[in-house]
């Protein structure tokens, strides 16, 4: 690499990191000018957050068609588009009732007349690491929260979303000053800059892996983290459950977005004798409704780095031992698509690098199983998933499940449904993630809430203040004795 190219590589990250730096700086000061938004000006923040959506929906769905290569129109605009604009009016119908501040008890024996509340405020300044999966979404939602708790916001965009990251930095000053939201490309090392920021809170979407870096970046400034990592989430069809209905269910959120999503199936438990009834039904199920992987229709992988990842994790089973099935019977890729079949394995062993990482793509580890306690000892032997899926109409089977695995969320007789229910907070555990945001919990993940005492014109403390002698003894005596 020649001088003259690493001096100008290095006046761009300075460029950024000052421009960064600058951004949070006037962002702050904004804060601390007006660091409580009143109701309605939340409600304006988040009305501009449609309107942006909403008066640019068409070329924010091509933006992310052109970053992939292609992605099913259909597919960004459910969990994209209707997804957060639904989100949207969920919180600004509830903001009201979330901003209350709230009453709590009080120990009237010792503060008679006094008041304790909660007064749910702004943090200040949030900063924002997106993903490339669904960029839109994950963008949206938590700026979602953050203006309903009153927070002004930085958003660090993907380096596989250039079109969409270009799109929204050019369309965000028509809604939104530079002090309330500003939005960056990753252009080389923006994200690490970025995650090292004094903010007031990280939000961050990603891998394991990473989040563990921007968690260390944070640290150094105790800057408070939610993080929203994957993880390999399993199913489990119980005997009972139809196996018709669970196969439509779990291929079409196996398939949705060709596997991209953090909380897709990773894995599956069939009951032993099972098995060959699970692959016939969803061979039927492919050929009906995923006629031409080329169509459209069908997503293709983000990009070459992923796309040759999942086909050396295939080739790397069937060097082992396993049997792949085609379940789109022999259909390829055309060249340039990047487009991966879905398909099942069969015989999947912990050598294999399909059960030792997050697969993130339309390809399905079959388990066989002869309990559930065997379904339970495999999963809490590993890190805990982002979602559990259990699929059985056995009530008692259902509370098993729940009692004996944990995982950040679950959907129960279906998959993927549950981060689209606003009331629901959502966020991993353990290795999966820590925080939550949806709903209240997101309002409350990225606002202080404040306990404020309130104190009297009178205080029985002062009975009590020494030299001590009969009367305090008296006094805690008879506290002690309520406390009995």
């Keep these: 690499m020649s001088t003259e190219l690493k001096d100008n590589q290095h006046n761009q990250r300075d460029v950024t990191i000052n421009e960064l730096t600058a951004c949070l700086q006037r962002q702050r000061e904004a804060y601390h000018t007006d660091p409580v938004p009143d109701l309605e000006e939340r409600k304006k923040d988040l009305l501009a957050l449609k309107n942006m959506l909403a008066d640019n929906r068409e070329a924010i769905v091509d933006a992310i068609n052109a970053d992939y290569g292609n992605r099913s129109s259909h597919e960004t605009m459910l969990a994209e588009v209707i997804m957060v604009l639904d989100g949207l009016n969920f919180a600004a119908k509830h903001l009201k009732q979330w901003m209350r501040t709230q009453k709590r008890k009080i120990e009237f024996s010792l503060y008679p007349g006094a008041k304790n509340r909660v007064i749910p405020q702004p943090l200040g300044v949030v900063g924002v690491i997106v993903p490339w999966n669904f960029p839109v979404q994950l963008t949206f939602t938590p700026l979602t929260y953050i203006f309903a708790a009153g927070n002004r916001a930085m958003v660090k965009m993907s380096e596989n979303s250039r079109h969409l990251s270009r799109l929204l930095i050019e369309l965000v000053p028509a809604y939104f000053p530079a002090d309330k939201l500003c939005i960056f490309e990753e252009t080389g090392s923006v994200g690490i800059e970025f995650s090292k920021l004094p903010f007031d809170h990280l939000f961050f979407t990603g891998s394991g892996a990473t989040g563990k870096a921007v968690m260390a970046s944070a640290a150094k400034n105790l800057t408070p983290v939610t993080l929203e ?9 119980g005997p009972d459950y139809p196996m018709k209905k669970a196969v439509e269910r779990i291929m079409f959120a196996k398939l949705f977005n060709a596997g991209q999503v953090c909380v897709n199936v990773d894995y599956i438990f069939i009951s032993e004798g099972r098995v060959d009834e699970f692959v016939e039904a969803a061979k039927a199920w492919t050929r009906k409704h995923c006629p031409d992987i080329n169509s459209p229709d069908y997503t293709s992988i983000i990009d070459e780095k992923s796309y040759e990842r999942l086909n050396e994790a295939m080739a790397d089973a069937s060097r082992l031992g396993a049997t792949l099935i085609n379940l ?29 990482r997050e697969i993130f793509g339309p390809i399905l580890p079959v388990i066989p199983y002869k309990d559930q306690h065997q379904v339970s000892v495999y999963i809490n032997e590993r890190d805990r998933p982002l979602a559990f899926y259990p699929f059985t109409n056995d009530k008692q089977l259902q509370s098993f499940y729940l009692d004996h695995i944990m995982s950040g969320g679950v959907c129960v007789n279906d998959a993927l ?68």
């Design 328 to 356: 789109a019977e022999g259909q390829e890729s055309a060249p340039g698509m990047r487009k991966v079949a879905p398909h099942l394995v069969l015989n999947a062993s912990e050598d294999m690098i399909l059960l030792q």
């Design 229 to 237: 990592l994957g993880g390999k989430s399993p199913a489990v069809i």
């Design 417 to 484: 449904i549950h981060p689209g229910q606003h009331d629901l907070p959502f966020g991993g555990v353990g290795a999966s993630g820590m925080g939550h945001y949806h709903g209240y919990e997101g309002f409350a993940t990225f606002s202080k809430l404040r306990p404020v005492f309130y104190q009297a014109g009178f205080s029985a403390l002062k009975l009590l203040a020494p030299p001590y002698g009969k009367r305090a003894s008296r006094m805690l005596n008879m506290i002690l004795k309520r406390k009995l």
